[in-house]
T-cell receptor, first 116, second 117 residues
Framework: NAGVTQTPKFQVLKTGQSMTLQCAQD?????MSWYRQDPGMGLRLIHY???????DQGEVPNGYNVSRSTTEDFPLRLLSAAPSQTSVYFC???????????????FGPGTRLTVT | AQSVTQPDIHITVSEGASLELRCNYS??????LFWYVQSPGQGLQLLLK??????LVQGIKGFEAEFKRSQSSFNLRKPSVHWSDAAEYFC???????????????FGSGTQLTVLP
């Protein structure tokens, strides 16, 4: 199993550009989520999905969109990039068949995004 | 709302010395608690978890953590640190997302561990 994969590893955008961060998992996990990591702030939840066709907002959703058309993929879209979105983005997945299962999350290696 | 505090931003220990990383949480019910480790340029890896039962939990890489309800703490310990333990460590509490029924992890701000030879 490859686990959770993310592409690209690094990206530089100009203010106002849009892009999609890719996330895929091959563990047949129902639950997937996106976090952003900023210095001194830990990880904050952006959006999450409990299964194909179902998404919802997390703690910091503004400026981001998600969709979940398949169990494997959960892309994160930046609609109009802003310097405040400079961060490291992590995708995670877990089983959702039990509450405890949802908490045991597997993380991807991250995407480092810089917006100038 | 739940929260996690890791009071030590940076800790330096010598190789072979013991280690304790502090974590305090705030949560209204019985918490589910986790420790993750992040090596440079890597994603997060689960070290150990507490759901219920024995308050001393064992994890991977020789780590353990003790849940103390009276102190709202879940400190991570290792009796003898290795140079490969240098990384950033995150404590997290699991909670139901306020807008629905899904679960989320709320993370502390992390503790960076440096290991001296």
């Amino acid at each position: 199993n490859a686990g959770v994969t993310q592409t690209p590893k690094f990206q530089v955008l100009k203010t106002g550009q849009s892009m999609t961060l890719q996330c895929a998992q091959d563990m047949n996990h129902e639950y997937m989520s996106w976090y952003r990591q900023d210095p001194g702030m830990g990880l904050r939840l952006i959006h999450y999905s409990v299964g194909a066709g179902i998404t919802d907002q997390g703690e910091v959703p503004n400026g981001y969109n998600v969709s979940r058309s398949t169990t494997e993929d959960f892309p994160l879209r930046l609609l109009s990039a802003a310097p405040s979105q400079t961060s490291v983005y992590f995708c995670a997945s877990s089983y959702s068949f039990s509450p405890r299962g949802q908490y045991e999350q597997y993380f991807g290696p991250g995407t480092r995004l810089t917006v100038t | 709302a739940q929260s996690v505090t890791q009071p030590d931003i940076h800790i330096t220990v010598s190789e072979g010395a013991s280690l304790e990383l502090r974590c305090n949480y705030s949560y209204g019910a019985t918490p589910y608690l986790f420790w993750y480790v992040q090596s440079p340029g890597q994603g997060l890896q689960l070290l150990l978890k507490y759901f219920s039962g024995d308050t001393l939990v064992q994890g991977i890489k020789g780590f353990e953590a003790e849940f103390k309800r009276s102190q709202s703490s879940f400190n991570l310990r290792k009796p003898s640190v290795h140079w490969s333990d240098a990384a950033e460590y995150f404590c997290a509490v699991g909670a139901v997302i306020s807008s629905g029924s899904a679960r989320q992890l709320t993370f502390g701000s992390g503790t960076q561990l440096t290991v001296l030879p």
